[in-house]
């Protein structure tokens, strides 16, 4: 069965420092994609980054990005150069192929950054 | 502006009367879902659709229907809704594989 796991429930990093969210998946399917949100106190989710299972190169997308050791199964969001702005619940997810040809979705329980200033 | 737009966005109501949460969007997406949020649990997924008339479930389907007449429409129905069923419920959409644009979100409260 599919499965995400994010251990950390919170963390804290002081502003201007990278941080590091981590995230496990759990997959039989050789395709699938991970992905990562943010959703800042105001409730809106945010899509940040995506990683393919057949990519060969992180994923980057400005301050952010995904350090993909799919031997380990593990999908890390780093966010460098921390700003207020960042605190926020980050939720990590998984795409893989149905049964029934369609992509189901699955979310880990999240990790809520906070940055100090 | 690309969107994702639900209605309506609070909603208190008793059990067992039938209830229809809105959700479109303007960006032509294939993919449309249907989430609901509660504490601790993140996000699970209710129903999806890969495209006008192609729905499945996802891992939490009890109790709720979907329909897919249009491509920019996926409205959730709560035939009978129960106290369980008090969420925060979010509505996504996304080309097929890429990132998922979220709804508002609707809060739901059945009492």
């Known amino acids: 069965a599919q499965k995400i796991t994010q251990t950390q429930p919170g963390m804290f990093v002081q502003e201007k420092e990278a941080v590091t969210l981590d995230c496990t998946y759990d997959?039989?399917?050789?395709?699938?994609?991970l992905f990562w949100y943010k959703q800042p106190s105001s409730g809106e989710m945010i899509f940040l980054i995506y990683?393919?299972?057949?990519?060969?190169q992180n994923a980057t997308e400005g301050r952010y990005s995904l350090n993909f050791q799919k031997a380990r199964k593990s999908a890390n969001l780093v966010i460098s150069a921390s700003q207020l702005g960042d605190s926020a619940m980050y939720f990590c997810?998984?795409?893989?192929?149905?049964?029934?040809?369609?992509?189901?979705?699955?979310f880990g329980a999240g990790t809520r950054l906070f940055v100090k200033a | 502006e690309a969107q994702v737009t639900q209605n309506p966005r609070y909603l208190i109501t008793v059990t067992g009367k039938k209830l229809t949460v809105t959700c479109s969007q303007n960006?032509?997406?294939?993919?449309m879902s249907w989430y609901r949020q509660d504490p601790g649990l993140g996000l699970r997924q209710i129903y999806y659709?890969?495209?006008?008339?192609?729905?499945d479930k996802g891992d939490v389907p009890e109790g709720y229907k979907v329909s897919r007449k249009e491509k920019r429409n996926f409205p959730l129905i709560l035939e009978s809704p129960s106290p369980n069923q008090t969420s925060l419920y979010f509505c996504?959409?996304?080309?097929?594989?890429?990132?998922?644009?979220f709804g508002p979100g609707t809060r739901l409260t059945v009492l």
């Open positions: 996504a959409s996304s080309l097929p594989g890429a990132g998922q644009f």
């Open positions: 997959t039989s399917d050789p395709s699938y994609g």
């Open positions: 990683q393919g299972s057949y990519d060969q």
């Open positions: 997810a998984m795409r893989e192929g149905s049964r029934t040809g369609g992509f189901k979705t699955i």
């Open positions: 960006m032509n997406h294939e993919y």
């Open positions: 659709s890969m495209n006008v008339e192609v729905t």
